[in-house]
């Protein structure tokens, strides 16, 4: 049973900072795609940012979001610098274990439950 388990959420204020983290667990993988997409009410998800042989951002979040990974502690991280209320939704961490990777979600097997960011002064 593979498990992603997000933390980090919370509430800022514009311009400030958040390390999201997304700890997988239940089953050793060799490698795999990592990824962050969000969600808010009435909108698609969104892809924010990947990681597989390398990084891809959004654009809107390019230069002030970065996507990284520890192999030996099996977490995704997705660090949010600059935060604006536009940033605000609920963000989702995901795996490919087939690497294909990239910014669409239908390329990822196994999804977190969600952390709800919220960006307000």
């Known amino acids: 049973q593979v498990q992603l388990v997000e933390s980090g959420g919370g509430l800022v204020q514009p311009g400030g900072s958040l390390r999201l983290s997304c700890a997988v667990s239940?089953?050793?993988?060799?490698?795999?795609?990592g990824a962050w997409f969000r969600k808010t009410p009435g909108k698609e998800r969104e892809f924010v940012a990947a990681?597989?042989?390398?990084?891809r951002y959004a654009d809107s979040v390019k230069g002030r979001f970065t996507i990284s990974r520890d192999n030996v502690k099996n977490t995704v991280y997705l660090q949010m610098n600059s935060l604006k209320p536009e940033d605000t939704a609920v963000y989702y961490c995901?795996?490919?274990?087939?690497?294909?990777?990239?910014?669409?979600?239908?390329?990822?097997?196994?999804w977190g439950q969600g952390t709800q960011v919220t960006v307000s002064s």
């Open positions: 995901a795996i490919d274990t087939s690497r294909r990777g990239g910014a669409y979600a239908t390329a990822y097997d196994y």
């Open positions: 990681i597989n042989w390398g990084t």
């Open positions: 239940g089953r050793t993988f060799t490698s795999y795609a």
